[in-house]
């Protein structure tokens, strides 16, 4: 994801020649116009789904206080095909649209709703809300090894949010959870519970050769367990 000049969503190619590592930028996609991305998960025929989590031209810090204490609902979820563009998937309008993912047959799309508190799997063919599950702060999404999705949950007020945009080295400390999530019945369950040092605020969890890997929004830690 691209937020500097422009919104946009780029590929890239990783390199490695046994020497050194290298990106080599492979593709480019502009995001719709107001549009504020946060992630995005690759479909089988070169398309993607993207949320959108509120308006670019919106105030953050209001935009922010009105989806967490009011009815403010900017964020859904995108769907972009080749030769087709964007369309808006129905039944993903959340406050703050925040990790996606797919299922395996890509016909259902999982999204985090941030300042709602909760994780929602939606049918991309019709809209329905299939299920979803109470999980505080869900930030991002990933698959585990064994079939579940992973799930970074933030146990932050607003103020340890704004506090921890000013970090630019060491770790935000505040709690975050784990949380494994069956992706047909989004049951849920606690895998690590986690505050203050090494790391806090873990913004991801990438499951790689047996070790779970965390990053965080804020500093400069990646940690393992």
């Known amino acids: 994801m691209n937020h500097g000049l422009r919104e946009s969503i780029e590929i890239f190619e990783v390199i490695d020649d046994g020497r050194a590592v290298a990106l080599e930028p492979r593709g480019c996609v502009l995001a719709p116009p107001d549009a504020r991305t946060n ?38 979820a995108w769907e972009w095909r080749p030769g087709r563009g964007y369309l808006h998937i129905p039944g993903t309008e959340v406050a703050y649209a925040n990790g996606i993912e797919k299922s395996n047959d890509e016909h259902y799309v999982f999204l985090n709703a941030y300042f709602e508190n909760k994780i929602i799997k939606v049918d991309t063919q019709n809209g329905a809300r299939v299920a979803e599950a109470t999980i505080p702060g869900p930030d991002n999404v990933t698959w585990s090894d064994n079939g579940r999705l992973l799930v970074a949950s ?72």
């Not at 989590?53 to 989806?67: A, D, Q, Y």
């Open 39 to 76: 992630d995005v998960v690759a479909l089988s025929d070169g398309g993607f789904r993207v949320s959108d989590s509120f308006r670019r031209s919106e105030n953050v810090i209001l935009s922010g206080l009105r989806m967490r204490y009011g009815s403010h609902r900017p964020g859904f």
């Open 154 to 225: 933030h146990h932050a007020s607003s103020f340890d949010l704004l506090k921890c945009l000013r970090i630019e080295r060491g770790s935000c400390g505040f709690r975050f959870n784990i949380v494994e999530v069956d992706p047909e019945t989004l049951q849920t369950r606690v895998l690590l519970d986690q505050e203050g040092p090494p790391i806090g605020g873990a913004t991801v969890a990438l499951p790689f050769r047996g070790r779970l890997y965390l990053g965080s929004f804020a500093g400069d830690r990646i940690a393992w367990r």
